[in-house]
């Protein structure tokens, strides 16, 4: 099984709209259930539901991966609506006039839901899903993923240990050669700014998780010596947070 690797942050995402006909200008492109319906630029929920209700489509996402999601909630009357990226990526349930951002982990299938109650009533409109900008990393054989403790020892006068074991966090460190001067450059900007960052770790079809920091004491990719200056090397180290 191949395992890939990804290190990104949720200050920086894509442009790119995920989905299409985010704004609703015309009826075309989301699949539509009971009380839904997509007119005047906007999609409107009636009320006439009587079960939960969705508007969808398919659109380009990856189970484990964070989207920004951001939709316009408006003629606000009853019940309650959300957005799902996956089927199983739940966002908060929305029951005011407002427009709303949040980052939803992508789970299930490839299907983007605005998702209501039985009672829900308004109108939804400037849909947007997009991508957290990732950097695909491919470190070399010494990659170490694993956890250390912070902790204390303590010998009393009769000659016992006592160890004393406050917490635990996340330790990951590996190398890497060859790594384009864009993706360096962007790596480099987190350990300068003390980024909170994300560390997925992709093995088939699950994908582990890891909050993180970027540690070096010095920056971290450095430029190769000519005729490669367009690319980096270095040790990246990242710690849990």
């Known amino acids: 099984m191949t395992t890939s690797y990804e290190l990104g942050s949720s200050a ?12 609703f200008d015309a009826d ?31 659109i380009s996402v990856t189970p ?19 957005a799902l990226v996956g089927g199983n990526g739940d966002g908060t349930s929305r029951s005011s006039n ?4 949040e980052d939803i982990v992508c789970a299930g299938s490839s299907v983007f839901y605005i998702y209501c109650d039985a009672d829900f009533i308004g109108d939804i409109d400037n849909v947007s899903v997009v991508a957290m900008e990732t950097v695909t990393l491919y470190p070399e054989y ?5 956890e250390k403790q912070v902790r204390n020892e303590h010998r009393s006068r009769s000659g016992k240990l006592y160890l004393y074991k406050w917490s635990d966090y996340e330790h990951i460190e590996f190398s ?4 384009p001067s864009s993706d360096a450059a962007l790596v480099n900007s987190w350990w300068d700014s003390n ?16 909050s ?19 690319y980096y090397r270095g040790r990246i180290l990242l710690e849990g947070y």
């Open 195 to 210: 980024a909170e960052l994300l560390f997925f770790v992709n093995s088939g079809t699950a994908t582990a998780v890891h």
């Open 176 to 179: 890497l050669n060859w790594l």
């Open 142 to 146: 010494d990659l170490k993923l694993g």
């Open 212 to 230: 993180v920091m970027i540690l070096n004491e010095d920056t971290p990719l450095q430029q190769f010596n000519q005729p490669y200056t367009d």
């Open 98 to 101: 407002d427009t709303y951002i």
């Open 12 to 23: 920086n995402f894509l442009a790119t709209n995920l989905v299409t006909n985010g704004t």
């Open 64 to 82: 484990g991966k964070i989207y920004r999601v951001t939709f316009t909630l408006s003629n606000y009357s009853a019940g309650n609506v959300k």
């Open 28 to 58: 075309a492109s989301w699949i539509k259930d009971t009380g839904w319906s997509i007119a005047a630029g906007v999609a409107h929920c009636d009320g006439s539901q009587v079960a939960a209700s969705n508007i969808r489509q398919t």
